[in-house]
């Protein structure tokens, strides 16, 4: 089975962003101790600041992985374009976000991902991508 994770902006800085909200592990970390946890998964990462990158990631694996795990961060409450290209590819996408997001500022209650997703888990911290792999399985 092909797992394909993908994370948005500032997900790069995991470990030292706001630790109080997304924790004191970076990204590569966590998803090493992922790939020990599923070795019968092959599993590839993406992670991009910039939309349209994003966009062309959906369209590279959403016709060949079983599964996508989308932390569009801050694109998901605003982005028109990730929301097209999910319901544009044959994969089925799970979004996950680390935090509660509706826990948080009103801005963060509207999500473009979540009517086009299979699914959606937040606020495990980033259990949350672990959660989503169950998901899948
Ligand atoms: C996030 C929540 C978003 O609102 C925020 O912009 C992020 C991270 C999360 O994983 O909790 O960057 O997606």
């Known amino acids: 089975m092909k797992i394909s994770i993908i994370n948005g902006p500032n997900l790069n800085l995991l470990g030292?962003?706001?630790?109080g909200i997304?924790?004191?592990q970076t990204f590569e970390q966590y998803f090493a101790d992922l790939q020990v946890k599923f070795p019968q998964?092959?599993?590839d990462y993406f992670q991009s600041n910039i939309e349209g990158e994003l966009i062309d990631?959906?369209?590279?694996?959403?016709?060949s992985s079983d599964g996508i795990i989308l932390n569009a961060a801050a694109y998901t409450h605003t982005s028109v374009g990730l929301?097209?290209?999910i319901k544009a590819i044959d994969t089925s996408v799970i979004e996950v976000h680390i935090s509660n997001t509706f826990a948080r500022e009103d801005f963060r209650h509207t999500s473009f991902i979540t009517p086009n997703a299979k699914g959606l888990i937040l606020g495990f911290?980033?259990?949350?991508?672990r959660l989503?792999?169950?998901?899948?399985l």
């Open 132 to 136: 989503a792999v169950e998901s899948f």
């Open 83 to 85: 929301g097209d290209a």
């Open 41 to 43: 998964i092959e599993f």
């Open 16 to 19: 030292q962003r706001e630790p």
């Open 57 to 63: 990631q959906l369209h590279r694996v959403g016709f």
């Open 22 to 24: 997304y924790g004191n």
């Open 125 to 129: 911290g980033l259990d949350s991508y």
